[in-house]
């Protein structure tokens, strides 16, 4: 009786359980990584202490720049607008100035944060370039943009 009874027993558990275990787990959205490498022309806004360009290239947008490692910026030094949303970046690296006056530039992205296409994006760019202060400057942006692809509702 008790064998019969564990057996009817094993049986339920499995009948309930069968059920529960074939619901598929939702899938985590697919990773999309994206190249960069874009190109850009700086002019210096002395009102904002920053430069002002426009990346052309596989990453396109107007940007604002104001890296003054010496100031000790607490936002981003970086921020780019474009038609697929906002990205901010926090940068660091070499800042290496010659004797003529020119700064030689090679930054790495060490934070970032954005919205559209960019919300929740894992961000890994270089910007190398040089400046001439007050002046202009001249630039490249390398690495790759790395983000959930969006699925459409269903």
């Known amino acids: 009786m008790r064998l019969t009874q564990a057996i009817a027993a094993a049986s339920m558990i499995a ?3 069968a059920p529960l275990a074939a619901k598929p ?4 959205a697919p990773i999309s990584c994206n190249k960069v490498l874009s190109v850009a022309e700086t002019v210096w806004v002395a009102e904002a202490a920053a ?5 052309e290239g596989l990453l396109n947008g107007s940007f604002l720049l ?3 490692p010496e100031a000790g ?3 981003p030094n970086l921020v780019i607008k474009g038609e697929d949303g906002v990205l901010r970046l926090w940068l660091a690296g070499e800042n ?7 700064v030689t530039r090679k930054l790495v992205t060490i934070g970032s944060e954005g919205d559209g296409a960019y919300a929740g994006a894992k961000v890994d760019l270089m910007l190398s370039g040089n400046f001439e202060p007050e002046k ?3 630039y490249e942006l390398t690495g790759s943009i790395c983000s959930q692809v969006k699925r459409a509702r269903r």
């Open 66 to 68: 104001t890296y003054q």
């Open 136 to 138: 202009k400057g001249s």
């Open 96 to 102: 290496i100035v010659a004797d003529d006056g020119s």
């Open 15 to 17: 009948a309930i359980a």
């Open 73 to 75: 910026s607490t936002g």
């Open 25 to 28: 787990v939702p899938a985590a």
């Open 51 to 55: 430069e002002l360009g426009m990346f």
